[in-house]
């Protein structure tokens, strides 16, 4: 049996219509896993419910998240953010971490998830002079790897890759700034944005980039997309 994983879906650009990118989609099914859409709802109880019955999560990029939740006023620099949606996704979090699924964050995901957890974001890295190097590339070439990660040794990322850098693709303005306490970093640019991170068991992964639009050209991607679904499909 292939193992059932959420993908976060939402209805901020067309209230008549639930939509998550066919990349995060396409990667499941790559990688041997069965993709299921959870709509967004404000019925937050239903959270433990839908998570019961899946065997991972998948937390995709997005829109911008609420500093409301880190007790941050929000910068002139700051996008659309929707504090329901942040809620939603962030009681999907806490109930996957509570039944021990995996947890595979990107983009917007990582940054989600460390919220979740307890850590903080820079709403805006120019901004806040946190960048030196550019992390908000074209979005014209998607799969175009623009600049380099270091690795941190003994993580689950280093142990997949078998290298000290990667190049990855980035399309982000805001980056976990204060990381949760329950998660270990595992990669950073050359100027020090953390760009994945991990939980102690390396059942919860978030990455900065978008391996979903590189796993048909990259095999780093590829291994990490079936990480992820080898230990969803323990939970079968």
Known sequence: MKPLIGI???????????????????????????PILIPYTTDLMECRNIVEKLDGLLLPGGIDI?????KEEPLKEAGMSIHNIDLYEIRLILEAKKQEK???????????????LGGTLY?????QKAATICHNQSISI??????????????VLYRLYQQD???VNSYHHQAVKDLAKTLLPTAYSLDH????????????????????????????????????????????
């Open 123 to 127: 709403q805006d890295i120019d901004a």
């Open 66 to 70: 609420s500093p409301r939740l880190y």
């Open 8 to 34: 976060t879906a939402y209805n901020y650009q067309d209230n008549a219509s639930f939509v998550t990118k066919s990349t995060y989609i396409n990667a499941i099914l790559l990688s041997g896993g069965t």
């Open 102 to 116: 995996p947890i595979l964050a990107i983009c917007r995901g990582i940054q989600i998830l460390n919220v979740a």
């Open 142 to 155: 998607r799969d175009e790897m623009t600049h380099s990660v270091s690795l941190i040794s003994d993580s």
């Open 165 to 167: 850098k990667i190049y």
């Open 193 to 236: 944005i953390l760009e994945a991170c991990e939980s102690e068991d390396g059942r919860i992964i978030g990455v900065q980039w978008h391996p979903e639009t590189l796993i048909n050209t990259d095999k780093n991607s590829k291994k990490l997309f079936q990480y992820f679904v080898e230990l969803c499909q323990e939970k079968c």
